[in-house]
């Protein structure tokens, strides 16, 4: 499999030349290097979706078509040392469509029902409390952030380019939403 | 609850939501055509930024003496000095912390003048023999510091980074000083053609990090500095840390400059000049097609970083990952950064 070094002991860049590596050997047809690929990011491209969706059957979706769409465009990536900026922009544009399909297959009313009820819809999908507390507590943009930062390790810099948002207000969020998760995570110890 | 266990917490809870995929992606890319692309050229960047080749000494010799004849005028100077003027203890103000791999550390009073000079090492201690550098402004010092450390081989074509860490309660004269000492060294060195590469930090010192430091048998400063590496890299494991420990400050930069080939550098470290290595990114390359018996049109595509050894050794390599055409196996191989030699070989696939 993945040489020298194993998927959970590298990060950073040297994690993103083995994912260029990785997209190089699927752009000549290989699809064993799927698999690899899918180890080495699979939670990453999956935690965006569920902190964008809030969903498991949705993200699952979006995850496979995000990795379907890599195989597709593989030859088309240019290494420049910043694949998962490329695959997030892949994943973006398929959560904005899974959206849009969402919305106009919903009717109007029962939509707006549902975001009066988002509190509690993730109940029956996500068995996990901490997660599940995460995604019902923070909002969208909370989700979206803790996810590239804390999964993905990306740079706050990095995740502003990315959501085309001010560093500013990323920085703000991501303290925001780390006081509110410290803040349950206390909550939890203490009632135990 | 600290931040650390939270993050962990974070991740894991996503980790372990994540389904498998792998087996219905494989089947979906089976049925799905690949987007055939324009013939892209697959090089991957070379990642040796900030990196020169075979300096030729050309006026090093002369400053050598030059360098000699100051060292000897301190030792003499500074005996008279202290035969002659009395006065109070003076209170440490600033340390400032050099590392090449001789450690040095010096501490200042308001004036900036040493109050102490101290070994951190034994390589230290052959830098600091014979110098009284007690009472001696701090630009003296630094130049009796580098010329000693040049005249004892600590600082040399292949060995021409130094790492200053600076430590006052004023931050405002932290980065003044940054600024100055990086100066003074570059002028010195300047002098002699010689190229250095020199990083400037400031640094605040508590018990967790003297400890540390201390276990590894390093500096404070060479300590805060592998800290940032390990977050500039997105954590690292203890045993990598160590490993990074004792390399020197010539290779951990090697390593740390690659962070920021191409992008902006985001760091509050003042990192300036060049670092040597005499065999480049390119001939590192071509090494491993010919041990591997082929040419320079079949390589497909192929990238080369710095990573420490893996033989035991306390030193980086080139690390090479090489695909060629007709063959679906990525090939991974160290080479020696002086000497081009091919050291190890992975294969994978």
Redesign the interface.
């Known amino acids: 499999?993945?040489?020298?070094f194993t998927p959970t002991?590298i990060?950073?860049?040297?994690r993103d030349?083995w994912v260029?590596?990785l997209i190089?050997?699927m752009?000549?047809?290989?699809?064993?290097a799927?698999?690899d690929l899918?180890?080495l990011i699979?939670?990453d491209v999956?935690?965006f979706a569920?902190s964008k969706t809030a969903s498991?059957e949705d993200s699952?979706d979006i995850?496979?078509d995000t990795?379907?769409q890599i195989?597709?465009?593989?030859?088309?990536y240019?290494?420049?040392?910043k694949p998962l900026a490329w695959i997030f922009t892949i994943e973006i544009n398929l959560i904005r469509k899974q959206i849009n399909r969402t919305r106009k297959s919903v009717p109007f009313d029962e939509a707006i029902e549902t975001e009066i009820d988002s509190e509690d819809f993730t109940e029956n999908m996500?068995?996990?409390d901490?997660?599940r507390h995460?995604l019902n507590c923070l909002s969208e943009e909370e989700r979206e952030i803790?996810?590239l930062h804390?999964?993905s390790?990306l740079?706050h810099?990095e995740i502003s380019k990315l959501l085309k948002k001010p560093l500013s207000t990323v920085l703000s969020k991501y303290s925001r939403a780390?006081k509110k998760?410290?803040n349950y995570?206390?909550e939890r110890?203490e009632s135990k | 609850?600290k931040?650390r266990t939270?993050?962990k917490?974070?991740?894991d809870?996503?980790?372990?939501?994540?389904?498998d995929?792998?087996c219905?992606?494989?089947d979906?890319?089976?049925k799905?055509?690949?987007?055939?692309?324009p013939q892209?050229s697959?090089?991957?960047?070379i990642v040796n930024r900030c990196v020169n080749f075979r300096i030729v000494f050309n006026r090093a010799t002369a400053v050598i003496a030059g360098i000699a004849i100051l060292l000897f005028g301190i030792f003499i100077g500074n005996y008279m000095y202290r035969d002659t003027v009395t006065s109070a203890d003076p209170t440490t103000e600033t340390v400032v912390y050099f590392d090449v791999n001789p450690s040095v550390e010096l501490r200042m009073d308001e004036k900036n003048e040493v109050v102490e000079c101290l070994a951190g090492n034994d390589d230290a201690k052959v830098v600091l023999a014979g110098l009284k550098l007690e009472g001696v402004d701090m630009n003296t010092a630094l130049t009796a510091i580098v010329g000693s450390m040049y005249v004892n081989g600590y600082l040399a074509e292949y060995s021409n980074s130094i790492l200053i860490s600076v430590e006052t309660n004023d931050n405002e004269k932290t980065a003044v000083l940054l600024n100055d000492i990086t100066a003074k060294i570059n002028t010195v060195f300047e002098k002699s053609d010689m190229e250095c590469s020199i990083i400037a930090q400031s640094v605040k010192v508590d018990e967790n990090l003297k400890q540390r430091a201390e276990e590894k048998g390093i500096s404070v400063g060479k300590m805060h500095f592998l800290d940032k590496m390990a977050k500039?890299?997105?954590?690292?494991?203890e045993d990598a840390i160590n490993k990074l420990s004792e390399l020197s400050i010539r290779d951990l930069n090697l390593i740390y400059l690659?962070?920021y080939?191409?992008e902006e550098n985001?760091s509050e470290d003042l990192i300036s000049g060049t670092v040597n290595v005499a065999i480049s990114a390119d001939e590192a390359k071509n090494a491993v097609i010919e041990e591997m018996g082929k040419a320079s049109d079949d390589v497909?595509?192929y990238?080369t970083?710095f990573l420490p050894s893996?033989n035991g050794e306390s030193k980086v390599v080139y690390v090479v990952?090489i695909?060629f055409y007709d063959d679906?196996s990525?090939y991974?191989y160290e080479v020696d950064c002086q000497t081009g030699e091919v050291v190890s070989m992975?294969?994978?696939?």
């Open positions: 499999m993945l040489s020298v002991e990060k950073g860049w040297q030349a260029e590596k190089a050997r752009s000549r047809g290989e699809i064993s799927m698999g899918y180890e699979g939670t999956y935690a569920l498991r699952e995850t496979h990795f379907v195989w597709k465009n593989a030859s088309r240019t290494p420049m040392g996500i068995s996990d901490f997660l995460m803790i996810s804390i999964v390790g740079k810099r780390i998760l410290q995570a206390k110890e | 609850m931040k939270l993050k917490m974070i991740f809870s996503f980790k372990a939501d994540t389904p995929l792998r219905s992606l494989m979906s890319c089976e799905e055509p690949q987007e055939s692309a892209i697959m090089d991957f960047p500039g890299f997105g954590g690292l494991s690659q962070k080939d191409g985001s497909e595509c990238r970083f893996r990952v695909m679906p990525v991974k992975h294969r994978d696939g």
